[in-house]
């Protein structure tokens, strides 16, 4: 019993520390862990040192803007390119007419168009319209959808080419990129929903790297750099608040989420699907110091945290590799071209690590450059009431990650409803154990309240011959 209790006390004391340790540390405005993760884990023994997702993310294409969108005809191989951008719009007349080779040709919006039986193009002709690419505006190269597409190669498994029927009974031939860019445009359509999405850090519209390039070259002074740089956002993320997320969300939740790679003012959304971190030295707070101050390296008050206690003890040098996934041009089949998707970016910084052993913050080592700019993640939305008919593809061309088993495999129609039943059984017995316990809780009760009764009725109604008795007791004891 004792040491039961003992374990108890243990058990809520750490606990009741480590939310010490969310509640009382200091984090940024924009890095706070608590805002992206939604509870977790900050003791770094217990979190893995490497983890990826069982089922990686595919790569795709992020649809440039300049080339109009999803309405870039990327299989046509005309000398000409304009001729894949700035094509004129097939006639109602001509588009009835299209042989199944010919449809096979053409953009992504123009097969929904025509999946949806639309020879007006009104998908192309907004899509069109949405880029600009029909006026003389000069386009940035790097405005895309990639806002759309990272999230997607999470949410969807590898697409694979379908035929599919319209209502006139045209045969439209989907390539895996075809349907890639129609998941993407859907997520891009329902994008506006900024309450479904969980944000760490933000977007820096300052071109960082020249300004510190600048500076260092004494080129411009620090309070010139400072005015230069917009607003918080341009400061990093804290390196401690990023290793929760990649061992939290990763490591312990088999969550991805999308990480804009870049510190610059361009924005390249990457889906993040693996780490590996090593611990290549640990230090104390003073070694550690002194370590920095030889590098040349103004060192940062450790002490900010809000209750002496929770400071750090000792400090890690730590190196990190992130795999994300990187876009490449449409094919037909969807593979992978040679590996070249998944790419790797190393990240080396110190963590603070309090008595308890909580990740407490942070700092980028010196010597490190590359550094995300924000992570983000959204909730699985379904599908837009534009292309809610994306449902006819599930299951033939692509599936919900969410239905996959654990090994990557589509999980068949009766083990969903072997789950689902299980899952009912048990909602069913939860439900009866809480009736159960509530009706055992009231029958305590009132044997209780029936037990104190009848002691009381006894207690008065015998009062004098219980008091007689005690004296006798009283007077032989003496």
Same mark, same amino acid.
């Given at each position: 019993m004792k040491l039961t209790v003992f374990l108890f006390l243990f058990t809520f004391s750490?606990?009741?520390?480590?939310?010490? #340790? +969310?509640?009382? $540390?200091?984090?940024?405005?924009?890095?706070?862990?608590?805002?992206?993760?939604?509870?977790?884990? *900050?003791?770094? =023994?217990?979190?893995?040192?490497?983890?990826?997702? +069982?089922?990686?993310?595919?790569?795709? $294409?992020?649809?440039? *803007? $300049?080339?109009?969108?999803? &309405?870039?005809?990327?299989?046509?191989?005309?000398?000409? +390119?304009?001729?894949?951008? &700035?094509?004129?719009?097939?006639?109602?007349?001509? /588009?009835?007419?299209? #042989? &199944? =080779?010919q449809i096979s040709l053409l953009s992504p919006s123009e097969k929904w168009d025509l999946f949806l039986s639309d020879y007006n193009f009104n998908l192309t002709k907004y899509e069109r319209e949405r880029t600009g690419v029909m006026t003389k505006k000069d386009i940035p190269a790097w405005f895309g959808l990639c806002? !759309?597409? /990272?999230?997607? *190669?999470?949410?969807?498994s590898n697409p694979k080419p379908i035929e599919l029927k319209n209502h006139y009974g045209q045969t439209i031939k989907f390539g895996s990129s075809d349907i890639k860019a129609l998941l993407t445009y859907d997520l891009h359509l329902q994008g506006e929903d900024k !309450?479904?999405?969980?944000?760490?850090?933000?977007?820096?519209? !300052?071109?960082?790297? *020249?300004?510190?390039?600048?500076? !260092?070259?004494?080129l411009?002074?620090?309070?010139?750099?400072?005015?230069?740089?917009?607003?918080?956002?341009?400061?990093?993320?804290?390196?401690? /608040?990023?290793?929760?997320a990649l061992t939290n969300l990763i490591g312990l939740r088999q969550k991805g989420f999308v990480m804009d790679k870049t510190r610059t003012g361009e924005v390249w959304n990457q889906a993040v699907w693996s780490y590996h971190t090593s611990v290549e030295k640990t230090h104390d707070v003073k070694s550690w110091k002194k370590t920095i101050s030889s590098m040349g390296q103004t060192v940062i008050p450790l002490e900010s945290s809000l209750h002496p206690t929770l400071d750090p003890e000792k400090i890690l040098t730590v190196r990190t590799v992130v795999g994300w996934i990187n876009e490449h041009l449409p094919n037909w089949s969807g593979k992978d071209l040679k590996g070249k998707s998944t790419v790797y970016t190393t990240y080396r910084y110190y963590l603070y690590i309090n008595r308890y052993g909580d990740i407490v913050g942070g700092m980028w080592?010196?010597?490190?450059?590359?550094?995300?700019?924000?992570?983000?993640?959204?909730?699985?939305?379904?599908?837009?009431? $534009?292309?809610?008919?994306?449902?006819h593809f599930e299951g033939k061309s692509f599936d919900q990650i969410g239905q996959m088993d654990s090994k990557g495999r589509k999980r068949s129609r009766q083990k969903l409803k072997k789950i689902l039943k299980r899952v009912t059984k048990k909602i069913i017995l939860a439900k009866r154990f809480i009736k159960n316990s509530k009706e055992i809780n009231k029958n305590r009760r009132k044997s209780k309240k029936g037990y104190t009764d009848n002691l009381k009725s006894y207690l008065l109604k015998n009062m004098k011959s219980l008091k007689r008795k005690w004296k006798k007791v009283r007077g032989t004891e003496l």
């Open positions: 750490q606990n009741s520390i480590s939310q010490l #340790t +969310k509640k009382l $540390y200091k984090w940024g405005k924009i890095d706070d862990p608590e805002e992206f993760l939604l509870g977790y884990e *900050t003791k770094f =023994k217990n979190l893995p040192l490497k983890g990826q997702l +069982k089922n990686q993310p595919w790569s795709g $294409y992020y649809w440039p *803007t $300049y080339k109009g969108g999803i &309405t870039y005809r990327w299989q046509n191989k005309s000398k000409n +390119k304009k001729d894949n951008v &700035t094509y004129n719009l097939i006639s109602s007349e001509k /588009a009835s007419k299209l #042989t &199944t =080779k806002h !759309a597409w /990272a999230p997607a *190669t999470l949410q969807y !309450a479904k999405m969980l944000f760490l850090g933000g977007r820096c519209n !300052a071109n960082l790297p *020249t300004l510190l390039k600048m500076f !260092a070259n004494n411009i002074s620090e309070d010139k750099m400072s005015s230069l740089i917009p607003n918080m956002n341009c400061q990093d993320m804290n390196p401690g /608040a990023v290793h929760l080592h010196p010597k490190n450059k590359e550094r995300p700019d924000f992570f983000w993640r959204a909730s699985s939305p379904g599908y837009s009431e $534009y292309m809610r008919h994306l449902s």
